[in-house]
């Protein structure tokens, strides 16, 4: 019995790596050739597939959300379906701004970012994925998945820090996954989120705002203490946040900006995009927009019914 | 020992500590964030430098930018805009300077009296009218200039049938340009697109150039206490540096930044508590220090002053330490048109309405990302894909929601043919909505805080006013000739906040007594918005914050050093009077 319980549970946690994407994106770097002979002992694997393949997958699933967001002609708003003839947030670089931004300056404690990733290595599915798709990768897959199941519990379950990026990630493509089961092997293999039709974005975003019970019990196996409950709010919170900051990341001048002389270096995609005082690089130090008082008036005092 | 510390340089700490400042006392004021001595090449004013809210130079969080920020938990969809610095919120806010609606004050008589919040001021609104007055004359606060977003603002508000209000003070529905804390134009200033004419003295007080979101600068080459917009640190902090200058018998505070108060200081005398002093830790080395002082004042705002009351063990008999937030539960609608509307130009917001018992409303202009920011903060989900349970229907086009994918990038499609309206709702003081000490681990601080909101579930009054205020908002916009209405349903933006550390009468649920000092803590006081007792019925809260501040320094000058008030009996000194400006230009200021 005991034996037949760890087979299940090692199962069941590969089947949480394909649903969460990194299986996937941890096939895709294994084909590159320089790294292919990695495979067959666990740090190669760690340092030359598992670390690599987790990055793709934070990028590509923040690439996804940006596409979402503000698309463009891009190969994230191309996988959705919905593209722009001008450009997009990927072409602001607003994904790299939001990836710098939740991995080095928001400062969740290491601990709770670690326990909520490893959760997502060792919850139980219930949600069928064919085995259509999991047989996608062939060969290589099948090749992988026992291998790099070790490798990535070793990432996710080690006492390096979890960059906020990677939880994220797990997080929109474990949603994307119950969403549209197919996305495990779409399009942006790195990204079963980034794989999905607009619409099914917009569903993903949905269960995440409204706290989905099924991503909710998944992270409560792992939380510490004073986060068990208090789920289905951080989620709120966090939909939200991605959101918002999607979009205003991509019309920042982020992707044109020197920090060195505080200019930016050309006109930012989001002031061509809004239009936004044509022709200019810099801020203005005014403008001749000044139409006066309101009948004249410009001063008032206090009522005398008050006074 | 000092005669006063003040905790936070923010929008009331610098105001008690000019105020003290002037009357000879000794003040150190602590502020944990930085302070920008050089803002003309400091600040960028590019809307990531400036305003990401984890990295740029308006953040919460240490001045040394390459650390991460300062995190505070928020169990539900919502942001906390906090700023860490000198002139603390007042870096970013508009300078609007509306007085409270008379119906929040203890004593109001009007018809509508039953309208308003119970839990009241505890004094009356003709006893804030003279410290008001000495606050305007300070900043100073003037009447609004227009851009042309204010003209299309004022045609929507005339459409709608709305009458003038030509006073300060509101007594029933109607709209105005704000009172503001911005120098009005004068010279070149809003008449030129050309920087090289808007150096001062050529150009004096608004340029219209729009960011005074990003921090003002305006006009280039003017002394600090005359750039155009009257945040703390250009207004009151440059007057508390050099009160021996302009005050007889005035003595300069002392203002250290990246100093970090982690615990008030306190002993039990008897069956008192008494506030001794404060510890507090330097940002950038960690380095730990102490110091006493007859009186200590928080002004740290509505979320840290909670937290480090708590943190220090400070007693909290009746529970009300943090409870009663308010944050005026925005919402936001946005016309667009066919034509220029000046959006992104001009002081951000120039014109408001005022609903006696409901709110009011006020025009925002914004630059494109903060634009794009504010179209995707939503509680009603996407529009066209789901509500959330929410999808509000109304005066506005389809229902509310965020703006997403292609439709954003339409609606965007030119920042400059917008017209944005902020829904500011007269909300109640409710027990829960409030700031606890979060469960996350602490940072170098100590304990952060967890700031609790329940949107759904606020008081049934509050609900409808936020209601009345969307409808007038949506309606406003047509009438100003918008081809589209957009609501958002904004979850709470916690942005104007009050009240978390409360004033009041009734001892059974509030912090503070009438004269701002701490119910059950002993030369303690609070002169931050924290303190007061409400959120106003709708206000700006800043303006009401200082006057606030400023009668809590006469306070403090009576009980403890045996001065006498002077405010209605001495002629304030305005910021931009000659005696400050070369005491500023002369301490390389």
């Not at chain 1, 590969?14 to 666990?42: D, I």
């Not at chain 2, 709209?175 to 503001?180: A, G, H, I, Y």
């Not at chain 2, 703390?232 to 018998?249: E, K, Q, R």
Request: with cysteine; glycine share 10%; proline share 7%.
């Amino acid at each position: 019995m005991a034996s037949d319980f760890g087979n299940e549970t090692t199962l069941n946690r590969r089947q949480f790596l394909w649903r969460t994407g990194a299986l996937g994106a941890a096939a895709s770097v294994f084909l590159y050739p320089s790294l292919a002979r990695a495979a067959g002992a666990l740090d190669p694997l760690i340092s030359g597939i598992a670390a690599p393949a987790l990055k793709m997958l934070s990028r590509d699933t923040i690439s996804g959300l940006i596409a979402f967001q503000v698309p463009g002609s891009d190969q994230y708003s191309r996988a959705q379906g919905v593209t722009s003839p001008r450009p997009g947030g990927i072409d602001a670089k607003a994904q790299d701004l939001l990836m710098i931004d939740l991995d080095d300056f928001l400062p969740v404690p290491d601990t709770y970012a670690q326990a909520l990733a490893a959760s997502f290595t060792t919850a139980v599915s219930d949600i069928p994925i064919p085995p259509s798709l999991l047989g996608e990768l062939g060969p290589i897959g099948e090749q992988l998945a026992g291998q790099m199941d070790d490798a990535l519990r070793a990432v996710l379950g080690s006492d390096a820090a979890v960059p906020l990026s990677l939880l994220i990630a797990l997080t929109l493509n474990f949603l994307a996954i119950q969403t549209n089961p197919a996305s495990v092997a779409g399009s942006i293999p790195g990204s079963p989120f980034a794989s999905l039709s607009f619409d099914d974005k917009a569903k993903a975003f949905e269960a995440l705002e409204q706290g989905d019970p099924d991503l909710v019990a998944t992270l409560d196996s792992g939380a510490p203490q004073p986060l068990k409950g208090s789920l289905s709010g951080l989620l709120k919170f966090v939909g939200g946040a991605l959101l918002e900051f999607g979009t205003y990341t991509s019309y920042t001048e982020y992707g044109v900006f020197d920090k060195a002389t505080k200019t930016a270096t050309a006109r930012p995609v989001g002031w061509d995009l809004s239009n936004y005082m044509p022709g200019r690089t810099t801020p203005a130090d005014g403008w001749d927009e000044f139409k006066g008082y309101f009948e004249g008036r410009t001063s008032t005092s206090t009522d005398p019914s008050v006074g | 020992m000092r005669d006063a510390i003040v905790i936070g340089a923010g929008g009331g700490g610098p105001v008690v500590a000019k105020e003290l400042a002037a009357k000879g006392l000794d003040v150190l004021v602590l502020e944990a964030g930085p302070w920008y001595r050089d803002p003309e090449n400091e600040w960028s004013r590019y809307e990531d430098d400036a305003n990401d809210p984890l990295t740029g130079y308006f953040r919460y969080g240490p001045s040394d930018r390459s650390k991460p920020a300062w995190f505070r938990e928020t169990p539900q969809n919502s942001f906390l805009w906090q700023l860490a610095g000198v002139g603390g919120t007042t870096q970013h806010y508009y300078g609007n300077c509306p007085r409270a609606q008379p119906g929040v004050f203890e004593g109001y008589t009007g018809a509508d009296a039953g309208a308003f919040d119970s839990h009241r001021f505890p004094f009356s609104y003709h006893e804030l009218i003279r410290y008001y007055e000495w606050v305007e004359a300070t900043l100073p606060v003037q009447t609004a200039a227009m851009g042309t977003k204010e003209e299309l603002f004022f045609s929507g508000a005339e459409g709608i049938g709305l009458p003038v209000n030509a006073t300060k003070d509101i007594s029933k529905n109607s709209f105005r340009p704000q009172e503001n804390a911005i120098l009005q134009p004068q010279g070149t200033a809003g008449k030129t697109n050309d920087s090289s004419q808007l150096l001062y003295p050529q150009a004096q007080g608004c340029t219209f150039c729009g960011y005074c979101f990003q921090g003002c600068i305006e006009p280039r080459h003017a002394p600090r206490n005359l750039k155009a917009k009257r945040s703390t640190d250009n207004s009151y902090a440059p007057m508390a540096l050099t009160a021996d200058a302009w005050a007889p018998g005035g003595k300069a505070v002392t203002l250290l930044p990246d100093a970090y108060v982690d615990r008030i200081i306190h002993e039990q005398q008897g069956s008192k508590t008494v506030a001794t002093g404060v510890r507090w830790h330097d940002t950038n080395t960690g380095e730990a220090q102490t110091e006493t002082a007859k009186v200590v004042i928080m002004a740290g705002g509505c979320t840290e002053d909670p937290r480090l009351w708590l943190n220090s063990s400070l007693p909290d008999p009746n529970g009300w330490v943090g409870r009663g937030y308010t944050d005026h539960f925005f919402d936001f609608v946005i016309g667009v048109f066919d034509d220029y509307t000046g959006n992104s130009k001009g002081v951000g917001s120039s014109a408001r309405c005022d609903f006696p018992g409901h709110g009011g409303l006020e025009n925002v202009g914004l630059p494109p990302a903060l634009e794009g920011f504010a179209m995707s903060f939503s509680d009603s989900g996407i529009q066209g894909h789901y509500d959330n349970g929410r999808g509000l229907t109304g005066a506005w086009d389809g229902k509310s929601g965020r703006v997403g994918g292609d439709e954003l990038k339409e609606t965007l499609a030119d920042v400059d043919k917008l017209l944005n309206v902020l829904v500011i709702s007269d909300d109640d003081v409710e027990p829960q909505n409030r700031v606890v000490r979060s469960s996350l681990p602490g940072d170098e601080n100590g304990p952060i805080p967890k700031v609790i909101f329940n949107q759904r579930g606020r008081s049934a009054r509050t609900l409808a006013n936020r209601e009345y205020c969307a409808d007038k908002a949506a309606r406003l916009l047509r009438a100003a000739g918008a081809a589209k209405v957009i609501r958002l349903d904004w979850p709470p933006l916690i942005l104007h906040v009050q009240s978390t550390m409360r004033m009041g009468s009734d001892p059974a649920d509030s912090v503070l007594d009438d004269n701002a000092a701490a119910r059950f803590v002993d030369h303690l006081y609070i002169a931050s918005n924290s303190a007061l007792a409400n959120g106003l019925g709708g206000p700006n809260p800043t303006l009401t914050a200082q006057a606030l501040a400023t009668r809590t320094a006469e306070k403090i000058f009576e009980t403890h050093f045996g001065g006498e008030p002077w405010v209605g009996v001495e002629n304030p000194v305005s910021s931009i009077d000659d005696s400050v400006t070369r005491a500023v230009i002369d301490r390389g200021l």
